[in-house]
């Protein structure tokens, strides 16, 4: 056998191998398509001019490295006026609410007593409710699982979040603030209100929003372990994206430290907006954590940030604590 007709036949065996191989792959539905997001910068709202003094006080050995995370897709549970009705009744609201509709909101439905408020915001599905009545109680000492149980019991009984949608954060303590400040975080030792977030199942890690380091999930009881204040975003469906990706090390934390954005200060969100940058002398970040960002009433997909907890030095006062939030994927 000639070369010729060697290399002939070689060429015809690889064809009909490579027809074989394409038409394996339409019979199996075809090849397969990337269902990953394409990462853009998230969205964190920036309402103050010129750059901070940042730096980063955090040893590398001392920084908790993820490698990558994905994407979480979300979507909303539908408020209904029966499922409103059935959880404002159980709150200790009778009669029927007042609706109002809201510019940003949309149709909001809202109960007050002599003891407290209940709104619920159909835009972003989120429920709001509040003691009048004073948080200062009796200390019964609860035990971290006994402020756990409590909240389990409430979310079963009133039936405001569905069995086995949500998990439990560890439970903080607050103080609170001086005027104005609202509620600050303590210890055991010294605290007004216990705080637990509420994640959904499928993550353990808090979503925050753009404008706000307040968890969009929590519910807040008082030291004798009664309900004093709630604020929950009910999703229908959370879960894990198909794509994971790269997040920031140590090293490319630290190099765009720079780029974080000033979301609270002394207790206080954006504040800054009202100053100049020159007004804080310097931000030493100390603590770092992930959160995942829900940068709009309509966002699907939820990115991950690095949220950066500091100490920010003022003119004449003592240090203040900063929280700022930084892109947490690598490469933005």
Not at 303 to 315: E, H, I
């Amino acid at each position: 056998m000639n070369i010729k007709k060697l290399a002939k036949i070689t060429l015809v065996g690889l064809s009909l191998l490579s027809i074989v191989w394409i038409i394996s792959i339409y019979l199996k539905g075809g090849p397969k398509k990337s269902s990953g997001i394409v990462p853009g910068k998230p969205n964190l709202v920036k309402t103050y001019k010129g750059n901070l003094s940042i730096s980063f006080n955090i040893k590398e050995g001392d920084f908790k490295y993820t490698g990558s995370l994905p994407f979480l897709s979300v979507t909303k549970k539908v408020l209904t006026e029966d499922y409103l009705n059935k959880v404002a009744s159980f709150m200790g609201f009778s009669g029927t609410s007042t609706k109002i509709n809201d510019t940003q909101e949309g149709l909001t439905y809202f109960w007050k007593s002599d003891k407290a408020t209940f709104f619920a915001y159909t835009n972003t599905s989120k429920i709001r409710y509040s003691s009048g009545e004073p948080f200062v109680a009796p200390n019964k000492q609860l035990s971290e699982d006994a402020v756990k149980a409590i909240i389990e019991n409430f979310i079963a009984d009133s039936s405001v979040l569905s069995a086995n949608s949500y998990s439990l954060g560890s439970v903080q303590f607050l103080k609170e603030g001086s005027l104005n400040e609202g509620f600050k975080k303590s210890t055991k030792d010294d605290f007004s209100l216990y705080q637990v977030n509420i994640l959904p199942k499928s993550t353990e890690y808090e979503i925050v929003s753009p404008t706000s380091t307040e968890s969009t999930s929590y519910i807040q009881l008082t030291k004798d372990g009664n309900i004093y204040s709630l604020q929950l975003v009910v999703f229908g469906n959370v879960q894990k994206g198909p794509t994971e990706y790269t997040i920031k090390t140590y090293k490319e934390v630290n190099d765009s430290i720079a780029n974080s954005v000033l979301i609270n200060l002394d207790g206080e969100e954006t504040p800054i907006q009202y100053l100049t940058v020159d007004y804080v002398k310097e931000i030493v970040i100390n603590r770092i954590d992930i959160a995942y960002l829900l940068d709009s009433v309509s966002s699907t997909n939820l990115q991950p940030v690095y949220k950066l907890t500091g100490v920010a030095t003022l003119p004449n006062t003592r240090g203040v604590q900063a929280i700022l939030y930084l892109p947490a994927l690598s490469g933005l």
